[in-house]
């Protein structure tokens, strides 16, 4: 019988008041591994109301003595490293090697941030600097936590991207409400198991799982929640911009990223980039390589190396290590299989691939893909590029800011006076060049333009995103030059 997986708050696990739960289907095994609690808005109240309180002690204590409670969350994580594994592979289909590599960064992530907040300084102002003032006012700017965060992390990195919300908020004194994405909860319920253990105060995160019908609408709007860190889809996000309480908002969205390969591009090097940022965890990542302009003149030579890099992927269960791993539902495997359908129809063409097995699509490319082709514009997130050809560079920046996204971008050239003209012409949060395009490291800025999403992550960012700046002036003595106004 498949364990029923209770939620976290103010200290206890409990089950719902509700006794109804979620059931969670493995993407691979095809059988359920785990219900979670399917709670009630009552319960949210309680959950946030928790979080408000815990949040003001939380605060006072130092930040040494905050991140003294993350690091033996590091501990804990890296000593039930594969069991949190094995629950990532069985729940989102991912392998057990990148399960486990998942964990380990999320150790090192949470590390950095520890290490990132204690070095981060306040600032002060001499008043005499401005036209008009005198050194008998002084400014000491800190930053102060926002309050308490709303944590909404998606199924693809259940527990990497959690943390990175988790832990940059937690370090600067703010509590959570960790909502993780329903496909992915039984993996975030680990990694809260192991925040736990390590006696963080009661309230200070509080994990809650339900339905999106029920609850989701209902933490959003809630009059108690100071700000949202979002990670998921374009149309969620937008949802949630238009219903948020004037709040700060950070959102990573979908992706189109497009490889611009130039006539004179390293060929080879930019095939072997292009699959493992196309084709890696079956293209589930924000930030795959979605899409490939290429330079007419050396399209078929580009084309015929990814094909033949395409056949060396290994297709099958993710208990074997394999590249290619069913898709996370049938309804994505469907939305995908309807854009590959769409360009065929449209007369794209096939150059390897277009087999399906329930919710395991084999790795496919697509030749000679034209605008009018669902493929050339909509997120795929599945094993399918699209190679479209260009007949300058003008073009391929033409094309790839026609898009309504804007995560990533990779440019593949030899002539570095070439990549540096285009980049800033790509309207994308990051270019990468002669690279794929990818997420990390993770102190690296992470920005999302257009309908990519808002605000900027990265541990620094983030920490900058869940705190404000508070100003505190200090008047030394009265003078008679004072400023007055």
Known sequence: MAKNYQFYINGEWRESRSKESISILSPYLRKEIGLVQAISQDEVDEAINGAKLAQKEWAHLSVRARGAYLYKWVDELLAMKNEIAQSIMEEVGKTFNDAVKEVERTADFIQYTIEEATHMQGESMWGENFPGGNRSKIAMTNRVPLGVILAISPFNYPVNLSAAKIAPSLIVGNAVIFKPATQGAISGVKMIEALHKTGLPKGVLNLVTGRGSVIGDYLVEHPDIDMISFTGGTVTGQHIAKISN??????????????????????????????????????????????????????????????????????????ENNIIVPLIDDKSADFVQ?????????????????????????????????????????????????????????????????????????????????????????????????????????????????????????????IEAMTREKVTIINIGVSIDVWTH
Not at 377 to 403: C, H, M, Q, Y
């Open 246 to 319: 004037m709040i700060p908002l950070v959102m990573e969205l979908g992706g189109k990223d497009p490889a611009i390969v130039r006539e004179d591009a390293d060929l080879e090097f930019a095939s072997k980039q292009i699959i493992s940022g196309a084709y890696s965890y079956s293209g589930q990542r924000c930030t795959a390589i979605k899409r490939v302009l290429v330079n007419e003149t050396v399209a078929d030579e580009l084309v015929s190396l990814l094909k033949e890099e395409i056949e060396s992927l290994t297709v099958g269960s993710p208990e």
């Open 338 to 462: 309807g854009l590959i359908d769409d360009a065929l129809t449209k007369e794209a063409t096939l150059v390897v691939g277009n087999k399906r097995e329930g919710n395991l699509i084999y790795p496919t490319l697509l030749d000679n893909v034209t605008t009018d082709m669902r493929i050339a514009w909509e997120e795929p997130f599945g094993p399918v590029l699209p190679i479209i050809r260009v007949k300058s560079d003008k073009e391929a920046i033409t094309l790839a800011n026609a898009s309504e996204f804007g995560l990533q971008a990779s440019v593949f050239t030899k002539d570095i006076n070439k990549a540096f003209t285009i980049a800033p012409q790509v309207e994308a949060g990051s270019v990468q060049i002669n690279g794929r395009t990818e997420r990390g490291p993770d102190h690296f800025p992470f920005i999302g333009i257009k309908g990519s999403g808002m605000g900027t992550q990265g541990i620094r960012r983030s």
